[in-house]
């Protein structure tokens, strides 16, 4: 009862004020209720997934607390197995009406490739200006190591633009279970020597010229 009193109270003398005190009041309620409201919203975030994964598996990657309709620039950046070639590919998105960007369900507006495509931000990679005539392809010679992407949510789709989340994401080419055929040639030959070694023996063994028996 007391709030309704103050309220009331308030009110009472707000309708005395003069108008242009009024209006200045009106706006200084209106804008600290904005603040208030922009100061709950979740900053940007950006998920992806898997961290760490099969060059061939599905990626999710999704940006969350950002405005509703707000331009945003997405970049993955992967170096070469030498580390002296960068890659790189870029999409635009347009936040939707909860402020969210989902790649495997919104459209790339443009950069390196367009429409809806999951893994777009892999394979559309290409080298920079400075290195795409010395290195013009992204080649894996060691299946052993992966490939580490940097995955950037830039503002307002330029690269000089504030950084607003990033994420660092594996993709490997070999699975934990699966060994390597040099290591199971090598054995096989080791087996195969000593089944040959063996063979001769038995064959040495059967064709030994046996010695002469004389009766008297």
Request: a positive charge; proline letters at 6%.
């Amino acid at each position: 009862m007391s709030s309704l009193r103050r309220l009331q109270t308030l009110l009472r003398h707000t309708s005395k004020l003069h108008p242009w005190a009024r209006q200045n009041l009106h706006q200084t309620m209106t804008r600290s209720s904005s603040n208030r409201l922009f100061s709950s919203r979740p900053g940007p975030a950006l998920q992806v997934n898997p961290r760490c994964g099969l060059a061939d598996d599905l990626l999710d990657v999704r940006a969350s607390g950002l405005l509703p309709g707000q331009l945003v620039q997405l970049q993955a950046e992967v170096e070469s197995e030498c580390q002296r070639f960068r890659f790189q590919s870029v999409a635009m998105f347009q936040a939707d009406a909860k402020g969210q960007v989902i790649v495997s369900q919104h459209a790339s507006l443009g950069g390196t490739y367009e429409g809806v495509e999951p893994m777009g931000l892999i394979w559309s990679c290409k080298p920079v200006p400075e290195v795409a005539h010395l290195y013009p392809r992204l080649k894996k010679a060691d299946s052993r190591q992966p490939l580490k992407y940097t995955i950037k949510l830039l503002d307002r789709g330029e690269p000089e633009t504030t950084l607003l989340a990033s994420e660092v994401i594996e993709r490997c080419y070999l699975a934990d279970y699966v060994e390597r055929v040099s290591r199971i040639l090598s054995q096989w030959w080791l087996n195969y020597e000593a089944l040959v070694m063996a063979s001769w023996k038995i064959v040495h063994l059967c064709l030994r010229p046996t010695g002469m028996l004389s009766l008297k």
